[in-house]
């Protein structure tokens, strides 16, 4: 009996929390769990261009490895937009990383670390950021609407797959 009301009460936690009853503090419940979905994986790929451009930056002779994974990102950021026009458009490679946006929860500031010295730790450390948010994407998966659902799973197996090109030995045989 008791095992059943703690299910019960887990089950209305779980309805709430689709539904939008007994949002966070500070949650705007006009805008739709879409949208805030889409906007916080927006900034978060905007946060994760800015450290491919960052590492290019220190790193010139990274550039030329580097360019097709950061293009992925800046096509998964405008997939990302597409029913979010007022996100504007993507940063360029001399924008300066954003001061008014606030830090998405739903993941690290990927854009905000410091690009090691060594060419290698720069790499590690961009795949760790790419690691991350594939994670988080992959996490934020349960909650997200259905076709959205399918785009973070995409753009999260994506960014698993960029963490192991910017740690493998490009030219190596297998």
């Known amino acids: 009996m008791l095992a059943g009301a703690a299910a019960a009460a887990a089950g209305s936690v ?11 503090a500070g949650a705007d419940s006009g805008i739709s769990l879409e949208r805030r979905m889409r906007e916080g994986a ?3 790929s905007r946060r994760l261009l800015e450290r491919y451009d960052a590492t290019a930056a220190a790193h010139p002779d990274l550039a030329e490895r580097l360019t097709p994974l950061r293009e992925a990102v800046a096509a998964h950021t405008r997939a990302l ?3 979010t026009p007022e996100a504007g458009p993507e940063p360029s490679r ?3 990383p954003s001061a008014s946006a606030p830090p998405s929860p739903s ?3 990927a854009g905000r670390a410091e690009v090691p010295a060594k060419p290698a730790e720069a790499l590690s450390a961009l ?3 790419e690691r ?3 994670e988080a994407r992959t996490i934020a998966l349960a909650g997200a609407p259905g076709e959205l659902a399918r785009m973070l799973a995409s753009v999260a197996a994506c960014g698993a797959v960029h963490a192991y090109l910017l740690t493998s030995n490009p030219g190596a045989a297998s």
């Open 14 to 24: 779980l309805v709430s929390g689709c539904t939008g009853e007994g949002a966070p």
């Open 42 to 44: 927006v900034r978060d």
């Open 81 to 83: 937009a597409l029913t």
């Open 94 to 96: 001399a924008a300066s």
């Open 107 to 109: 993941a690290p500031a």
């Open 127 to 129: 795949a760790d950021a």
């Open 132 to 134: 991350s948010l594939s």
